[in-house]
C-alpha cells in the first residue's frame, strides 16, 4: 500500500532499548496500513518524567530540541507509539507559547523553538488517520474472538487539555480498533488506572500493588490478554510479573501485548516481524487458542461474561 | 432654571473614598446651581426630608442626587421631589458610588471625577422637561406557566384571591418533580399525600384553567396586557372526553415505550397515563412507539375507548390568551450523569440516579416500593450515595450547588434502612449541608438511629468486580483510601435549569444566567421580579430550592402579581420614544426593529404612511432611534439635545482641565 498518512517518527528512548518489539511492531504495522514513518534524525531523550519533576524549563529545553529537529525536516507532525513522550512534546509546544517562558527556554537551545509542531501518539493517528473501518478491510487473519483487556494507563489521554484525545475516564480508541482486527475488548474499568510507571524505581511496592490490581480485575472479567499502548505499562505489567506474584502472592498468566503486536498480527504479519518473542508472559497459549479457532467471524461466537 | 444637589456620603461608602464636601462646593459653580448640600445618608428619612425642605426654602425646580446607580434608588427620589411639588423627572442622579468610588483608589481622581459626573447631571438637568405619566386598563388575569408545586400554589393563591389563572403545564399532568418523590424530608411524610389534594384544587377551582400538554409559544404585549400564544401539543386523545379510565393502556400492545415518569426504569405503554394520582388523569400516546403511527396498524386503544376519546388525525393547535401578569414556574431537570464516566452510570445498570432511586422506593413506582437492583432485581445490601454528582464540580461547568441534595440523601439511607432492616448505607459527601429547620437534626438521625456512614470525599471510582461495585473514594478525615463494595450505587445528580428554560426567556424577554436559571431583577430585594414588568418567578427556574423554598416562592409570585393586578389600571413610563411625523419618511424600518413591536404604521388623511408609537408599549429602550435615517425619532428624557448637553459639559471641563 502506498502511503497516505506521513509523519516524522520520534520513537523515544524505551523503544530503542526495552521495548523494541514495540518499535518492531509499530514499524512493520506502519507498512502495511500506509502510515510513512520518517524517523526525526538525531533526537534525544524528552526527558521523561525526571526531567519535568525536577525542573520544567529543562524538559521543555529537550523537547523543543526535538521539535526543532522536527521543523528542520520541513514536517509539522510527529508520532511516538510513547504516551509520556507525547505528553512531555505537547507539554513543551503548549508551554513555549508562552512568550517569557519561550524566551528562557530558548536560551538553553542552539536554535530557537517557534512552536508548530503537533505531537500525536501512535495509537492516535492509527485511530484518527486509519480508523477501524478501513483496518478492518485490511485485516487478513482475525484475532478470533480473543477477549481483551485494553489497558489505556494514565497519559494516552490525560492531561485531557495536554492529550486532546479520547475520553479522560473511559477511552474507547484502542477496544474499537482491536474489535476491528476481530478480538472481543471486555468493558474493563481500570483502563486508565496507574500500572505505577516510573514510581516502580524508587519504590517497587507501590507499582507491583497498582499493576497486580490491574491484572486481578483483567482476569477476573474474562480477558485472555491485556492490551497496551505504553511501553512502561508493559514493562511494569509484563517484566515485573514474577515481583507482582510475590507482592501479591498471585500469578497472573496473561500475556501483555502491545496493541500494535495484535493489529499486526491480525493484518498477517509474522510474530518474528512484531517481536512477539520477546514478551516475558509467554503469549502462547492465548495465540493457540486463537489459531484453534476458525477465523471466519460470521460465526456467532460464545459471548463472553459481561461484567 | 434654580438647581439643588445633594451629595450623599453613603455612610463611607462613598465618603471614604471621595471628598464629598469638595464635590458639593464644586457643584455651586456650574450653571443654575443655586444650591449644594452633602449628607451621610441621603435616602434616609431626614436625608430625603432635606431635600424637600430645600426644594421649599430655595425655591428649587430641579434636583441633582450624586450617590448611588439609578437603578437602586432613581425611584424613592423621584418620589422625593414629587412629594415637594416637583415632576419626578425633574431629577437627576449622579452615580458616584458604583461608577467611582466603589472603583477607584485615589481620592482626588475619584473626586474629580464625582465632580464631572455632577457637572454632566446638571447640564442635563437644564434641559428636562416635566413628563407625564398615562394610565392604561390591565387584564386581571394572570398565566402560570409549569405546574409544579411553585405553579401550583402559585395559581391556587392568585385563584382564591380572585384572579383567573391560565395554568399551562408541559406534560400531561401537574405535580413536576414532587409527584415522583416517595417522601419528603424532614418529616418523611408521603409526597404525593401532601400534593394530591392540591393538585385536585387545582383541577377543581372555578377560576384556574388547566391546560396541559402544552408550551408556551410566543409571547407579545407589556405588563398588565400580554398576549402568550400556547401550543396545544398533540396527545391523539381527547382530553374532554377521556375518563383515565386505563383500558386503553391495558390493551396497548406495544409494551417498550420509554416511562418518562418512571424515570426509564422499565418501560410504559405507547398510550399512558403517566401515573394513578395525574392531574388531569388522561390518556396520551407517545408517537414513536405506537404501532398504529410506525406501521400502520393496530388501532386496539381506538377500539377499546369507551369514551371515543382517541382521535389519531389530532394536530397541533394554538391558542391565544390574554393575561396582565406571567409567573415562569418552569422547574428544572437532572444533569447527565454519564458525564461522570469514571462512575460507569450507563455502562453500568446498577449505578443509577437518585431519582431513580425515589421511584423505586414509591409505592406506587415501577416496582411498587420494592427496592431491587435494575441488572437483577435483587434486594441490595450495601447501597452507597454519591453526593455531587454534577454540583460544585468545576470541572463540569457545574461550580453551585444543588442545594437539597445532603437532605435527600439523609433521607433516602433513613428509607433504605426501613425497606431493607439488614441494609448497610454509605453517604459520601463533600460538606454536609443542612441550614434549615429541623435539618441538621434529620441527618444526624440518619447516621446515629440509622446507622449510616458518612465518609468525608469524592467518588474517585466506580467498577464493577463481579456481582459487586466497588466504590472507591478518599476518605479525607482519616487521610487514607477507602473502597466499599456495594450492591447499588445512588449518584445525587445535580439539579439544572430545565429543558428548553433559555429559550422560554428569550420569549418572555427576560435575563437567564450562564447556566440556563432565570434572573431575578436584583439578588436580595426583588428575588420575584425580573427585568421584564409583568414576569415574576417561582421555584428552581430561579436557581435549585427545596419544596418549602419553592412553595414560599411561588405564594411570593402570587402576591407580587395580586399586587400588580389590584388596580384597574396601571401608569405608563413617559421615557418612551415618539416619532417626529414632520421628519418621517415612512420607511418603518422602525417597525422593523422594534423588540416590543411597539410602533405601528399609520396613514395620515393626505394618504402618507408614518410610524406611530404605542406608548403604552414601547419600553423606551431607544433601538429605533438609532435605526431612524431620518432621525425622526426621539426618546423622551433622553433627547439628543439633553445628550448632547451632557457631552458638552464634559469636554468644556477637559478642555479647562487641559489649559490649566
Known amino acids: ?307 | 432654571m434654580r438647581i439643588g444637589v445633594f451629595v450623599c456620603h453613603c455612610g463611607s461608602n462613598i465618603a471614604a473614598k471621595v471628598d464629598v464636601a469638595e464635590v458639593a462646593k464644586a457643584a455651586l459653580n456650574f450653571p443654575d446651581v443655586v444650591f449644594a448640600t452633602h449628607e451621610v445618608y441621603t435616602c434616609s428619612e431626614p436625608g430625603q426630608r432635606g431635600i424637600q425642605q430645600a426644594i421649599t426654602e430655595q425655591d428649587l425646580d430641579g434636583v441633582v442626587v450624586a450617590s448611588c446607580s439609578p437603578r437602586m434608588h432613581e425611584n424613592t427620589f423621584r418620589k422625593t421631589v414629587a412629594r415637594a411639588g416637583l415632576n419626578p423627572y425633574m431629577m437627576e442622579m449622579a452615580n458616584i458610588r458604583e461608577h467611582v468610588s466603589w472603583i477607584g483608589q485615589d481620592i482626588e481622581k475619584n473626586t474629580r471625577k464625582a465632580i464631572d459626573l455632577v457637572r454632566i447631571a446638571a447640564a442635563k438637568l437644564v434641559r428636562d422637561q416635566p413628563l407625564l405619566r398615562k394610565s392604561f386598563a390591565v387584564t386581571r388575569r394572570v398565566m402560570v406557566i409549569g405546574g409544579g408545586v411553585a405553579g401550583i400554589q402559585a395559581a391556587l393563591d392568585c385563584a382564591d384571591a380572585g384572579l383567573e389563572v391560565i395554568l399551562v403545564e408541559r406534560e400531561s399532568t401537574i405535580g413536576g418533580v414532587m409527584a415522583k418523590l416517595d417522601k419528603t424530608f424532614p418529616t418523611i411524610d408521603c409526597s404525593t399525600c401532601v400534593l394530591g389534594p392540591k393538585m385536585v384544587e387545582v383541577a377543581q377551582h372555578p377560576q384556574i384553567t388547566l391546560v396541559p400538554y402544552a408550551e408556551v409559544e410566543s409571547v407579545s404585549g407589556y405588563v398588565g396586557n400580554f398576549k402568550v400564544e400556547v401550543k396545544r401539543k398533540a396527545s391523539y386523545v381527547d382530553f374532554s372526553k377521556c375518563t383515565g379510565c386505563g383500558l386503553c393502556v391495558e390493551k396497548c400492545p406495544s409494551r417498550k415505550s420509554p416511562d418518562k415518569f418512571n424515570e426509564q426504569l422499565g418501560y410504559a405503554r405507547a398510550i399512558n397515563i403517566p401515573f394513578p394520582q395525574a392531574i388531569p388523569k388522561v390518556a396520551v400516546i407517545n408517537r414513536d412507539t405506537c404501532i398504529h403511527f410506525t406501521k400502520g396498524k393496530c388501532g386496539n386503544c381506538e377500539k377499546v375507548c369507551p369514551a371515543g376519546a382517541v382521535d389519531y388525525a389530532m394536530v397541533d393547535r394554538m391558542e391565544t390568551f390574554e393575561v396582565g401578569a406571567v409567573v415562569a414556574a418552569t422547574g428544572y431537570s437532572l444533569f447527565d450523569i454519564t458525564q461522570y464516566e469514571e462512575y460507569g452510570a450507563g455502562r453500568y445498570p446498577d449505578v443509577i440516579t437518585s431519582l431513580q432511586y425515589e421511584r423505586m422506593l414509591n409505592a406506587s413506582g415501577p416496582t411498587q416500593g420494592h427496592v431491587g437492583r435494575p441488572s437483577d432485581g435483587r434486594e441490595p445490601k450495601t447501597v452507597v450515595f454519591v453526593s455531587c454528582v454534577g454540583s460544585r464540580d468545576v470541572a463540569k461547568d457545574r461550580p453551585y450547588c444543588s442545594n437539597f441534595c445532603c437532605m435527600y440523601l439523609a433521607k433516602q439511607s433513613i428509607l433504605t434502612k426501613d425497606h431493607i432492616p439488614d441494609s448497610k448505607s454509605y453517604v459520601f459527601y463533600i460538606d454536609i449541608r443542612a441550614p434549615k429547620k429541623g435539618y441538621e437534626e434529620f441527618v444526624r438521625r440518619a447516621q446515629e438511629e440509622y446507622g449510616v456512614s458518612y465518609i468525608r470525599g469524592r467518588v474517585a471510582k466506580v467498577y464493577p468486580k463481579g456481582d459487586k461495585l466497588v466504590v472507591r473514594a478518599a476518605d479525607t478525615l482519616m487521610g487514607t483510601q477507602v473502597e466499599v463494595e456495594a450492591d447499588l450505587v445512588v449518584l445525587a445528580a445535580g439539579v439544572q435549569a430545565a429543558t428548553g428554560a433559555p429559550k422560554l426567556a428569550e420569549k418572555l424577554r427576560i435575563s437567564y444566567d450562564h447556566y440556563g436559571f432565570f434572573m431575578e431583577s436584583h439578588p436580595k430585594l426583588r428575588p420575584i421580579e425580573t427585568n421584564t414588568a409583568g414576569v415574576f418567578l417561582a421555584g428552581v427556574c430561579q436557581g435549585p430550592k427545596d419544596i418549602p423554598e419553592s412553595v414560599a416562592q411561588g405564594s411570593a409570585a402570587a402576591a407580587k402579581a395580586l399586587v400588580l393586578l389590584s388596580k384597574d389600571k396601571l401608569e405608563t413610563d413617559p421615557q418612551v420614544s415618539w416619532v417626529n411625523q414632520k421628519r418621517c419618511v415612512g420607511c418603518m424600518k422602525c417597525v422593523q426593529v422594534c423588540p416590543f413591536q411597539a410602533i405601528q404604521e399609520v396613514t395620515l388623511k393626505n394618504g402618507e404612511k408614518k410610524a406611530e408609537v404605542i406608548e403604552t408599549v414601547c419600553q423606551g429602550c431607544g433601538i429605533c432611534g438609532v435605526a431612524c435615517p431620518q432621525s425622526a425619532i426621539g426618546l423622551e428624557h433622553s433627547k439628543d439635545e439633553q445628550i448632547l448637553a451632557e457631552v458638552e459639559a464634559l469636554c468644556r471641563s477637559w478642555t479647562v482641565a487641559s489649559c490649566e
Open chain 1, 1 to 307: 500500500m502506498s502511503p497516505q498518512v506521513s509523519y516524522a517518527y520520534y520513537p523515544g528512548c524505551s523503544l530503542h532499548a526495552s521495548s523494541a518489539d514495540y518499535d518492531a511492531s509499530v514499524v512493520a504495522v506502519s507498512r502495511v496500513l500506509g502510515i510513512e514513518l520518517a524517523e526525526v534524525p538525531d533526537w534525544t531523550c524528552c526527558g521523561s518524567t525526571p526531567a519535568h519533576n525536577i525542573d520544567s524549563r529543562l524538559s521543555a529545553a529537550l523537547c523543543a530540541r526535538n521539535l526543532v529537529q522536527v521543523r528542520k525536516m520541513g514536517r509539522d507532525q510527529v508520532t511516538s507509539p510513547c504516551p509520556s513522550c507525547v505528553a512531555n512534546l505537547r507539554t513543551a509546544d503548549m508551554k513555549m507559547a508562552h512568550k517569557d517562558f519561550a524566551e528562557s527556554t530558548n536560551r538553553l537551545l542552539d536554535e530557537p523553538y517557534s512552536g508548530g509542531v503537533t505531537a500525536k501518539s501512535f495509537l492516535q493517528i492509527v485511530y484518527e488517520d486509519i480508523g477501524p473501518q478501513a483496518l478492518k478491510e485490511l485485516v487478513r487473519k482475525p484475532l478470533a474472538g480473543l477477549k481483551v483487556a485494553a489497558y489505556y494507563g494514565c497519559l494516552t489521554t490525560r492531561p485531557t487539555h495536554v492529550m486532546a484525545f479520547d475520553s479522560e475516564e473511559n477511552p474507547v480508541s484502542m477496544d474499537k480498533l482491536l474489535e476491528a482486527c476481530g478480538a472481543k475488548p471486555l468493558e474493563f474499568s481500570f483502563k486508565t488506572e496507574c500500572c505505577g510507571a516510573s514510581m516502580a524505581v524508587p519504590k517497587k511496592e507501590a507499582a507491583t500493588t497498582l499493576s497486580g490490581k490491574i491484572l486481578e480485575l483483567a482476569e477476573l472479567i474474562g480477558a485472555e490478554a491485556v492490551v497496551v499502548a505504553c511501553p512502561l505499562c508493559q514493562m511494569n505489567l509484563d517484566l515485573r510479573r514474577g515481583q507482582i506474584a510475590a507482592a501479591t502472592g498471585q500469578y497472573s498468566p496473561l500475556p501483555v501485548f502491545y496493541f500494535t503486536q495484535l493489529i499486526g498480527l491480525a493484518l498477517g504479519l509474522s510474530k518474528e516481524e512484531l517481536g512477539i518473542a520477546k514478551l516475558c508472559v509467554s503469549p502462547a497459549k492465548a495465540l493457540e487458542k486463537m489459531a484453534a479457532k476458525t477465523p471466519p467471524p460470521e460465526q456467532p461466537e460464545r459471548p463472553a461474561k459481561e461484567i
